[in-house]
């Protein structure tokens, strides 16, 4: 039985990474959150009863020292960090705090790593769970176009610039010191459960309480939405057969305009387009993601299977509850 810390499992993808790991799997987990305002237990609600000798909450910083260091001395045979400052408007209000967090957690969790399992581990494995947003933008004109494993790191904001010198210490650790790192990119994960800063539950709030939808610039951003329980299922993949050292993007190919989003949001809740409100573009704004998964899917076989429309009507079924 393998023992796996999750750090960021209150939040949105963690706990669905958390709930499909306990139920498919027969690991245990420890879960630990420091619980900002985007970590919430109730996404686990029910967890610690259904799964009482493999899931425990441990309320911590991952920047603790001390409290990282207890865990690792209790035996650990995976990490797999979540934990992450994600909003990017946030992220251009208060870059030290992206910093402190994305940067300067993971370096303790690569430390604690290190120091615990040694230069030469054995069935030890660092998921560093990045974003495809430290690859920065790609061009409207060449849709064809996607990011790979080997496209340039070039990130446009505080957050994607925090996430890439967090995959790049990852790194290092591994080239340094032998840690049995893989560093895994994915697209704009939606689904149950995310706070509602993030544009999916943004709108679907919004639109029903009939409020104005904010649009950032002219809406034609276009991004790469992944069901979030399809994350969960690459992560595991690359847990199962990832080879260390490795970056693996986790993508569903599916682009779609922010504007042709929202519009779909509101034709499924049968609310007018006369809510969307153009508001000034965000600073740093990437036009483009767009990410290729052939890299995972030629390993594992491993594909994004949800259906769109079904899965968003789902969310906002949640959302509505």
């Known amino acids: 039985m393998k023992k796996i810390l999750v750090t960021g499992g209150a939040g949105f993808i963690g706990s669905n990474f958390i709930k499909f790991m306990l139920k498919h799997t027969d690991c245990q987990i420890i879960n630990i959150d420091k619980l900002t305002y985007a970590g919430n237990l109730d996404n686990l609600s029910g967890i610690e009863k259904l799964y009482t000798n493999?899931?425990?909450?441990?309320?911590?910083?991952?920047?603790?020292?001390?409290a990282i260091g207890e865990l690792f001395v209790n035996g650990l045979d995976i990490v797999v960090n979540?934990?992450?400052?994600?909003?990017?408007?946030?992220?251009?209000?208060?870059?030290?705090?992206?910093?402190?967090?994305?940067?300067?957690?993971?370096l303790v969790l690569l430390q604690n790593a290190q120091k615990s399992w040694g230069n030469t581990p054995i069935d030890k494995l660092f998921i560093q769970i990045s974003t495809d947003e430290v690859y920065g933008s790609l061009p409207e004109d060449k849709l064809k176009e996607r990011f790979t494993e080997n496209s340039p790191i070039n990130p446009s904001s505080p957050y994607s610039a925090s996430?890439?010198?967090?995959?790049?210490?990852?790194?290092?650790?591994?080239?340094?010191?032998?840690?049995?790192v893989i560093i895994t990119r994915c697209s704009n994960n939606y689904g149950p459960n995310q706070f509602p800063e993030k544009l999916i539950p943004l709108i679907i709030s919004k639109a029903l309480?009939?409020?104005?939808?904010?649009?950032?610039?002219?809406?034609?951003?276009?991004?790469?939405?992944?069901?979030?329980?399809?994350?969960?299922?690459?992560?595991?993949?690359?847990?199962?057969?990832?080879?260390?050292?490795?970056?693996?993007?986790?993508?569903?190919?599916?682009?779609?305009?922010?504007?042709?989003?929202?519009k779909q949001i509101l034709d499924i809740?049968?609310?007018?387009?006369?809510?969307?409100?153009?508001?000034?573009?965000?600073?740093?704004?990437?036009?483009?993601?767009?990410?290729?998964?052939?890299?995972?899917?030629?390993?594992?076989?491993?594909?994004?299977?949800?259906?769109?429309?079904?899965?968003?009507?789902?969310?906002?079924?949640?959302?509505?509850k």
């Not at 493999?54 to 001390?66: E, G, H, L, Q, T």
């Not at 950032?216 to 690459?234: F, L, S």
């Open 54 to 66: 493999r899931y425990k909450f441990v309320k911590a910083d991952i920047n603790d020292n001390d």
């Open 82 to 106: 979540f934990a992450a400052e994600s909003h990017v408007d946030r992220s251009i209000e208060t870059p030290d705090l992206f910093a402190r967090t994305n940067i300067m957690g993971t």
């Open 163 to 180: 996430k890439a010198a967090a995959d790049m210490l990852a790194m290092s650790f591994y080239q340094t010191y032998g840690l049995p």
């Open 209 to 262: 309480n009939d409020e104005p939808l904010p649009v950032y610039g002219d809406g034609q951003n276009i991004r790469d939405w992944i069901y979030v329980e399809d994350n969960a299922k690459a992560v595991n993949e690359i847990i199962n057969q990832g080879i260390i050292g490795n970056v693996y993007n986790i993508g569903a190919e599916n682009e779609i305009k922010n504007i042709d989003l929202i």
């Open 269 to 320: 809740l049968n609310k007018p387009y006369t809510l969307i409100h153009y508001v000034e573009d965000r600073l740093g704004h990437d036009r483009r993601y767009a990410i290729s998964a052939a890299k995972l899917n030629a390993l594992t076989g491993w594909s994004a299977l949800s259906d769109f429309t079904e899965k968003l009507t789902l969310t906002i079924e949640h959302y509505k």
